[in-house]
């Protein structure tokens, strides 16, 4: 009963180091998301993927690229990290449209 | 995209009711709302498919109100454990789902 699994849960990094975040699920869902979530605020959706091979921007990709490696994982990079991406990154996963998405534990990412 | 929610934040003290009111711009497919405690990732509640779908388990339901693009969660009775923030997530697209930014609910004895 994995669900999604994230990785790193906890991350520190200087300014202008780059990183991966990953994640991957076991509910052959084919929709995935990746979200920031910044202290005291609402979930703000980076890049979704609606199927393999696939991807699109959200409301703020500036900063970020994904991979949809294939339709268990969805990676986040930040290529050149800067102190406006700390934030705690959740990564998600629901059947197409209708269903109830599923959260990973989320990673807490520091950039000093 | 992102659904508006209202209120920002609610305090109540236990027993009493509250409604938590999301609406989007666009034609909404479906309406999700979550719940997240402090430092965990949100769990789902419950999702609604349809226009004038009603749902509810416990002492908590939701309405959808398809053709005013709204969905409303009412919390009744409420109890220590409905302490959280609360998010709808909306569907209008392309398989994307977009979060309002949250209403902080706080109980209280």
């Known amino acids: 009963n994995a669900g999604v699994t994230q990785t790193p849960k906890f991350q520190v990094l200087k300014t202008g180091q780059s990183m991966t975040l990953q994640c991957a699920q076991d509910m052959n869902h084919n929709s995935m998301y990746w979200y920031r979530q910044d202290p005291g605020m609402g979930l703000r959706l980076i890049y979704y993927s609606a199927s393999e091979g696939t991807t699109d921007k959200g409301e703020v990709p500036n900063g970020y690229n994904v991979s949809r490696l294939n339709k268990r994982e969805f990676s986040l990079r930040l290529e050149s990290a800067a102190p406006s991406q700390t934030s705690v990154y959740f990564c998600a996963s629901s059947a197409p449209g209708t269903a109830n998405a599923h959260f990973g534990d989320g990673t807490r990412l520091s950039i000093l | 995209q992102q659904p508006v929610q209202s209120p920002q934040a609610v305090i109540l003290r236990e027993g009493e009711d509250a409604v938590i009111n999301c609406s989007s711009s666009k034609a909404l497919y479906s309406v999700h709302w979550y719940r997240q405690k402090h430092g965990e990732a949100p769990i789902f509640l419950m999702i609604l498919l349809k226009g004038g779908e009603q749902k509810g388990h416990d002492k908590i339901s939701a309405s959808f109100n398809e053709k005013k693009q709204q969905s409303s969660l009412y919390l009744t009775a409420s109890q220590l454990s409905y302490s959280g923030t609360y998010f709808c997530?909306?569907?209008?697209?392309?398989?994307?789902?977009?979060f309002g930014t949250g209403t902080r609910l706080t109980v209280i004895p």
């Open positions: 997530g909306t569907v209008s697209g392309a398989n994307n789902l977009f």
